[in-house]
Each structure stands twice: as structure tokens, then as C-alpha cells.
């Protein structure tokens, strides 16, 4: 008997404060938050076939199209440690097709995509197969929940908007089992804000995620980190309500920044930026100096700029962008993202 295929899109994120550092099951060492991206989004269908025997996970993956092995083993290893919560994975084989909108050789992170929206099919499939019912708020939890389990970020990226996930002093509902949507009304100033991605280069990753983290076990400023990310949290929730351009502007650089002087002085030690993105980063200091716009970066664990900006200084940026930092970019790769309403669900029969 086969099942509903369940097929839902879901988006990248992009982390204004970061997470970096972790303990136990994939808890985060400091609350961290983030914009959904629109643009920069992954699609993950899931088709089930019931199976004659309960034999653990059966499952045949494809990524655009094709096999994927490192990619199918560790979706697999994922599935076993969720078939408690979710009895249908043992009683159908998995059938999953997944997609990205980006090149996966952008260097824009696709694990928060990809795992949030295979997190979202499962828990659609396990209402309808396993009967169980949630109300909406509950159900953007527990998927949040699942996704922190295949990556971190990607508990963030099943809401629209702004997400935050983390306990943090600053925010009542923070926790550390799943993000949160933003739980304050952010200024207007900040409706469909801009993110332009800036392709410095598109290798892999030099370090991935999981040893990235792993250095901040025994990091000489990690104490110190903690503090900063807290407070960064409160500087940015106020700049978020407030609609202070010159305090989001310095919170994000500042964050951003730390994380790489975190990577370049943990042992091993790392330096991602190129000097594309140090002259990216200079320039855009001298256009927001000069012009007076707001216009400012972050930046993930490698060497490509984020920039975000208003949507009401769209024009001007775009033009800054392409005479200035054009350059910059290999092969002339820029993403033009900004906020997004998050993910989306289709149902085929
Ligand atoms: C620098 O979520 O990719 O992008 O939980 O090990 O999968 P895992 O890590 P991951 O880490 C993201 C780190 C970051 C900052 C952030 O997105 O908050």
C-alpha cells in the first residue's frame, strides 16, 4: 500500500547571532538568531511503501536526481535514532527526493535547508500514518525539534521571518530543544530585509560544522564568548524593535567577526576569509561612512559575504554592489536573497 507523497520546501537561514559550540544531544552552548532566506531553499518529497516486515530503516535517496551515498548515509543514521518517536519509519520503505534551489558548490550552507524540510515530511507522514494530530504551533516545534537533530541551524529555518533558538536571559521562550519564531514585533524598517550572498568562493567548507564546533570545547576565549553572544543577543532584540540601523549594523559585524577570531585562534586553527572578503568588508565600512546607508555583513564558517540591508535602499545597494564588489565574486556569483515567509507543504495523491 503506498501513502500520500509529501513534499514541502523549506529555506536556508542565515545567523545574525551565531551558534557555535554545542553539548549533548546537539545543544546549542548560547541562543543564536536568524534570518530566513526566500531565495536559497531546499524541496524534499517523501513517499512511503508498506512493508511486509518491521526491518528497521529501508530507504532509497535522491539528489537531484541521482544517488547520493554520503548524503543517504547520514539521512539514515538520522532516521534510526528518530524510529522511537516515529513508528511508521519501521513499518514503510522511504522513498526521498531532494532538491536545492542554490548550486550545492556555492558554499551557502544547505544542511539547515535540507534537514529542516525532511524533518517537516516526516512529521507531516507520521500524523497521517501514524494518526496523530497537532496544532500548528506544536507542529512547528517538534519538526524544529527533529531538525536540531540533523543540524543545529536547521532548527531555525521552519519559521518565517526572524528565528531564535537558545535559552537566553533575554528571550522567555528560548530553549534549547527547538527554536522559537521571533517573539517580538520587529520594526517595519525591517520587512523584507535584504540579503545579498557574495560568492567569494564556492569550495567545500575547510572545516565542517561538526569539528567546527567541536573546537570550541576547550577554546581559551570560550568563556568570554558566551558573555559576548548574550549580550549581542540584547543589543540586537533592541535594534530589531527599535529600528536602530547603527546597532544592528555593529552587532552583526561584531558577531560575525568573532566567530572567525574564534576559528583562527582554536587549535587547530583556521582562516577562512580570503582577501576578497576583506576587501569586500572594507568597502562596504567606506560606502555605509560615506553614504550614510545601512548597509552591513556577516558572515557563515567560510569566506562569502552576506549582505544585508534595507529594503527601501535596495536600489542603491545593488547599484554599490554591482560596480564595487562585483569584482570580488567568482565567476560573478551573487545570490540577491532577503527575507523569507518559510517553509511550504504540497500534498500529491
Ligand atoms: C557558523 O548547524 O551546520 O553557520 O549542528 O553540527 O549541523 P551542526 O552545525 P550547523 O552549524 C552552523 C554554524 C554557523 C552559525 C549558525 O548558523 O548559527
Not at 512493508?51 to 534510526?80: H, Q, R
Not at 576565549?221 to 532584540?237: F, I, S
Not at 572578503?277 to 546607508?293: A, G, Y
Request: glycine share 4%; hydrophobic share 35%.
Amino acid at each position: 500500500m503506498n501513502t500520500a507523497t509529501i513534499t514541502w520546501q523549506s529555506p536556508s537561514n542565515i545567523a545574525l547571532i551565531k551558534y557555535w559550540g554545542k553539548h549533548g544531544t546537539q545543544l546549542p552552548n548560547n541562543a543564536s538568531l536568524s534570518l530566513t532566506l526566500s531565495q536559497a531553499n531546499t524541496t524534499t518529497s517523501l513517499a512511503l511503501k508498506k512493508k511486509k516486515k518491521k526491518t528497521g530503516i529501508e530507504l532509497d535517496f535522491k539528489f537531484e536526481g541521482k544517488k547520493n551515498e554520503p548524503f543517504a548515509e547520514k539521512i539514515a543514521t538520522f532516521l534510526t535514532s528518530l524510529i522511537d518517536e516515529l513508528p511508521f519509519l519501521n513499518e514503510y520503505a522511504l522513498t526521498i527526493n531532494s532538491e536545492n534551489s542554490f548550486p550545492h558548490s556555492a558554499g551557502i550552507a544547505s544542511s539547515a535547508s535540507a534537514m529542516s524540510a525532511l524533518s517537516l515530511c516526516l512529521l507531516s507522514q507520521h500524523m497521517i500514518t501514524d494518526k496523530r494530530e497537532y496544532k500548528p504551533e506544536q507542529f512547528y516545534q517538534k519538526a524544529s525539534h527533529y531538525a536540531r537533530l540533523g543540524s543545529g541551524s536547521a532548527s531555525r529555518s521552519v519559521y518565517p521571518d526572524f528565528a531564535l533558538w537558545g535559552k537566553s536571559a533575554h528571550v522567555k521562550a528560548g530553549n534549547d530543544k527547538y527554536a522559537i519564531q521571533y517573539p517580538n514585533k520587529f520594526s517595519s524598517d525591517f520587512n523584507d530585509l535584504q540579503d545579498s550572498i557574495l560568492i567569494v568562493n564556492e569550495k567545500e567548507k575547510a572545516v565542517s560544522s561538526r569539528a567546527g564546533h567541536a573546537l570550541m570545547n576547550n577554546h581559551s576565549m570560550a568563556k568570554q564568548r558566551y558573555v559576548n553572544a548574550e549580550a549581542r543577543m540584547k543589543d540586537l532584540l533592541s535594534a530589531l524593535t527599535k529600528g536602530d540601523w547603527d546597532l544592528f549594523c555593529t552587532t552583526v559585524e561584531i558577531e560575525a567577526l568573532e566567530l572567525h577570531a574564534l576559528m583562527m585562534t582554536s587549535n587547530p586553527s583556521f582562516i577562512l576569509m580570503k582577501p576578497g572578503t576583506l576587501e569586500i568588508i572594507e568597502r562596504v565600512r567606506r560606502f555605509r561612512l560615506e553614504t550614510k546607508i545601512p548597509v552591513c555583513f556577516t558572515l557563515d564558517a567560510g569566506p562569502n559575504v552576506h549582505l544585508l540591508y534595507p529594503y527601501f535602499e535596495k536600489k542603491k545597494v545593488r547599484n554599490f554592489i554591482q560596480e564595487e564588489l562585483l569584482e570580488f565574486c567568482t565567476k560573478k556569483k551573487i545570490i540577491y536573497d532577503s527575507m523569507g515567509s518559510g517553509p511550504q507543504l504540497r500534498i500529491d495523491d
